[in-house]
């Protein structure tokens, strides 16, 4: 199972909405990732969980909350956001170690699209 | 501060090689050179990866040049399906950061 699959597809929530994407795999990796995307513009990193632990938040307003309940879930809370908030949301996995089996490779989800009215 | 330098777009003719360049001049010595793609409205896929050696998969080759400082993603014979945005990062592993990459297109 090389999959990473995130639910929902397609989300539309109000500026006083509360929701959370979610995002799971299943293939032992222990580093898990969200980025934002917007239209026409590249993937960018928000934020990194290692062993379930976040290790990188670039920044991110707090109206965005992760969270990581165990090694193979990854959640998105999303509370009182903008309409500039709407994108595509993806979620990432990959190996986390220093061992010469981490080709660092990441393995993404099909996304989750926001829009926010 | 991009860490990467590529062509806005490309075209290639199908059943053609695709030569996709990268310039990376302030790679550090144990940056790895990665290369995904992003069809539309789908989540980015992994291509290829190397660290000093030219590598080959069945996607794709990588040619690294000896100084590090660029580098060259060859889909040897490209198809239709091949009509993507190609992104070259980087990185050390788990730190993966994307630029604007290239917009390739294949055409018949």
């Known amino acids: 199972d090389t999959e990473v699959t995130q639910t929902p597809k397609h989300l539309v929530m109000g500026m006083t909405n509360k929701k959370s994407l979610k995002c799971e795999q299943h293939?032992?990796?222990?580093?898990m990732y969200w980025y934002k995307q917007k239209a026409k513009k590249p993937p960018e990193l928000m934020f990194v969980y290692s062993y379930e632990k976040l290790s990188i938040n670039e920044s991110v307003p707090s109206r965005f909350s992760p969270e990581c309940p165990n090694s193979s879930l990854l959640n998105l809370h999303l509370h009182a956001l903008q309409p500039e908030d709407s994108a595509l949301y993806l979620c990432a996995s990959s190996q986390e170690d220093s061992g010469a089996s981490n080709t660092g490779e990441l393995f993404f989800g099909e996304g989750s699209r926001l829009t926010v009215l | 501060d991009a860490k990467t330098t590529q062509p806005t777009s490309m075209d290639c003719a199908e059943g053609r090689a695709a030569n996709l360049p990268c310039n990376h001049s302030?790679?550090?010595?144990?940056?790895?050179v990665y290369w995904y793609r992003q069809i539309h409205s789908q989540g980015p896929q992994y291509i290829i990866h190397g660290l000093k050696n030219n590598e080959t998969n069945e996607m794709a080759s990588l040619i690294i040049t000896e100084d590090r400082k660029s580098s060259t993603l060859i889909l040897p014979h490209a198809t239709l399906r091949d009509t993507a945005v190609y992104y070259c990062?980087?990185?050390?592993?788990?730190?993966?950061?994307f630029g604007a990459g290239t917009r390739l297109t294949v055409k018949p």
């Open positions: 293939m032992g990796h222990r580093a």
């Open positions: 302030t790679i550090s010595g144990n940056e790895y």
């Open positions: 990062i980087v990185s050390y592993p788990n730190d993966m950061r």
